[in-house]
Nanobody
């Protein structure tokens, strides 16, 4: 059974940093894509970053480019999202998602292509 567990959320002030982690277990696939999504109240869930396992190709939505960095640890057991220069508009619930195939990296992926989801971790940025 595939499980994704997020951690690392919290409350910071504008300009602060957080490091989110997504720990995966029971994931038998050698080619897969892991993404971080976020959803603020009253908005749709949007992808902010993704990484393709093995290839390490990545995608970032425009609003986080230069501030967020997605990475995978060498054991491929966790995917991290380093978030720097956080802004109030980054406030949201952040979710880790995975699919058993690579993702395209030239456009924002829809949530519907991901089969596995974590429970989410809250990020709050105050001004």
């Amino acid at each position: 059974q595939v499980q994704l567990v997020e951690s690392g959320g919290g409350s910071v002030q504008t300009g602060g940093s957080l490091n989110l982690s997504c720990a995966a277990s029971g994931f038998p696939y050698s080619e897969y894509c892991v993404a971080w999504f976020r959803q603020a109240p009253g908005t749709e869930r949007e992808a902010v970053a993704l990484i393709n396992s093995g290839r390490s190709t990545t995608y970032y939505t425009d609003s986080v480019k230069g501030r967020f960095t997605i990475s995978q640890d060498s054991a491929k057991e966790a995917v991290h999202l380093r978030m720097n220069m956080l802004q109030p508009e980054d406030t949201a619930m952040y979710y880790c998602a995975a699919r058993a195939a690579y993702c395209a990296t030239i456009y924002k992926p829809p949530a519907t292509i991901f089969s596995y989801w974590g429970q989410g971790t809250q990020v709050a940025v105050s001004s």
